[in-house]
């Protein structure tokens, strides 16, 4: 990141940071999103995004997936396109055209973050990867979601 005009009296470095994380995106990222976010205490947060990757990729094998979900209508049988991007202790499983799940291992616990294309797509997202985690866990996970109000928290 090159920060060439930092010494000037009018170098705003908020602007600057926004900038190189808006870097490269298209219109459609910088629209607030419907965002959700959870912090699961576990001695073992390195297995689980593994475990939640493994399974999003086996999910998206093919190109796509069918994600079923409980209920009824079109719209809970769409076809949503999986795509996972990990590092060994950070991820991002991309559920197109509903959103993406971010994933951070941390000392102690994994962070788990879901942007949403909408409110109805935010949902699904939720209990899907709720149910994941839960089901990956047998008992140990607790999965409490928080909504973020401030698009770039």
Known sequence: LERSGSDSPNF????????SITAGRDHRDLIAMPTL???IS????????????SHATAMGSGG???????G???AAHDEVRVRVEATGTAATVHLEPWG?????????ALLVRIDAAETTALQRLRD???RDLERFGRG????????VTDPDA
């Open 140 to 147: 140990e996970l607790t999965v409490r979601w928080l909504s």
């Open 128 to 130: 899907t990867i709720t």
């Open 100 to 108: 993406h799940c971010t994933l951070r291992a941390e000392t102690g």
């Open 64 to 70: 796509s997936a069918r994600m079923r979900m409980h």
């Open 72 to 74: 009824t209508g079109q």
């Open 12 to 19: 705003d470095r908020n602007a600057h940071a926004h900038h």
């Open 37 to 39: 976010e959870t912090r």
């Open 42 to 53: 576990t001695g073992r947060p390195e297995r689980y995004l593994r475990q939640f990757c």
